[in-house]
Nanobody, 118 residues
Framework: QVQLVESGGGLVQAGGSLTLSCAAS????????MAWYRQAPGKQRELVAT???????NYVDSVKGRFTISRDNVKFTAYLQMYNLKPEDTGVYYC????????????WGRGTQVTVSS
């Protein structure tokens, strides 16, 4: 059973914008923290943003003020709006559900590639 499907990536120039979507299974999405991660070439996967079921969000410092995470609790979908993209934002973006203590709950999807050219 596919639990997480990411989409919306692409190739953009620096300063551009993209909006990523993450369609999740209801059992995984409902009541859990939803999170976006990214993995740059040759680097480990890092946590980028999280949002609780109540809408409280947190971001890694490098994306604060440029990325916005949101969720639709009816559609079981999480979003990541990315503005003023930089080449260092390049990578494969994944979503997952986390417990409140940070445990990753789902199987990783294929992710969606974001490439920012300078």
């Amino acid at each position: 059973q596919v639990q997480l499907v990411e989409s919306g990536g692409g190739l953009v120039q620096a300063g551009g914008s993209l909006t990523l979507s993450c369609a999740a299974s209801g059992s995984l999405f409902r009541g859990n923290v939803m999170a976006w991660y990214r993995q740059a070439p040759g680097k480990q996967r890092e946590l980028v943003a999280t949002i609780t079921s109540g809408g409280n969000s947190n971001y890694v410092d490098s994306v604060k003020g440029r990325f916005t995470i949101s969720r639709d609790n009816v559609k079981f979908t999480a979003y990541l709006q990315m503005y003023n993209l930089k080449p260092e934002d390049t990578g494969v973006y994944y979503c997952n559900a986390n417990s409140r203590t940070g445990t990753i709950l789902g199987s990783w999807g294929r992710g969606t590639q974001v490439t920012v050219s300078s």
